[in-house]
């Protein structure tokens, strides 16, 4: 089944403490992306990436990093998390790039206290 | 930057039609996009549009895309109450980097 897999679904941790979130598509998508949702403000986006071994940053990219070293995964990184980061975040997949349409991950939700 | 706005709310009668709108600022995108989310689980794709088309019609959908007042709309006929949920309309910036989401507008259908 064509997909994209996040994981954690959800997270409670406490300022500080690194954490990632793992993407995972297995449907051969060139680009992927993260996201994250809060009340009103629809999705803004993180970080991008158009390739392996290419990424740039989205709208909202302060307090995260990721990496492309495989084409199936796009790890998002929180180095040192903050409350202001406890939110719903999404990864999703496309075939070649942002004007296609996103296939979306379930969401991870993470709470920071 | 690009800016997409909707409405936050709406609420309608078991089968009745839902039209739920849209309006943004700049598009240099090919498609137009509406995207469905239903309670815990991500966004699907529902439908989307070519931008020189004016209306695309798939079974009960129905979107119109009014270009010159940058305007997008997407109609549901025959609301069911499976259809609740929160409907987001989504365009590529000008830049052509950056998919820019409107604010969601939460649909709910009383039986």
């Known amino acids: 089944e064509a997909q994209v897999t996040q994981n954690p679904r959800y997270l409670i941790t406490v300022t500080g403490k690194k954490l990632t979130v793992t993407c995972s598509q297995n449907?051969?998508?060139?680009?992927m992306s993260w996201y994250r949702q809060d009340p009103g403000l629809g999705l803004r986006q993180i970080y991008y990436s158009m390739n392996v071994e290419v990424t740039d940053k989205g709208d909202v990219p302060e307090g995260y990093k990721v990496s492309r070293k495989e084409k199936r995964n796009f790890p998002l990184i929180l180095e040192s998390p903050s409350p202001n980061q406890t939110s719903l975040y999404f990864c999703a997949s496309s075939l070649a790039g942002i004007d296609q349409p996103q296939h979306f991950g379930d969401g991870t939700r993470l709470s920071i206290l | 930057g690009e800016d997409v706005e909707q409405s936050l709310f709406l609420s309608v009668r078991e089968g009745d039609s839902s039209v739920i709108n849209c309006t943004y600022t700049d598009s240099s995108s090919t498609y137009l996009y509406w995207y469905k989310q239903e309670p815990g689980a991500g966004l699907q794709l529902l439908t989307y549009i070519f931008s020189n088309m004016d209306m695309k019609q798939d079974q009960r959908l129905t979107v119109l895309l009014n270009k010159k007042d940058k305007h997008l709309s997407l109609r549901i006929a025959d609301t069911q109450t499976g259809d609740s949920a929160i409907y987001f309309c989504a365009d590529v910036n000008n830049a052509g980097n950056m998919l820019t989401f409107g604010g969601g507008t939460r649909l709910m259908v009383k039986p």
């Open positions: 449907m051969n998508h060139e680009y």
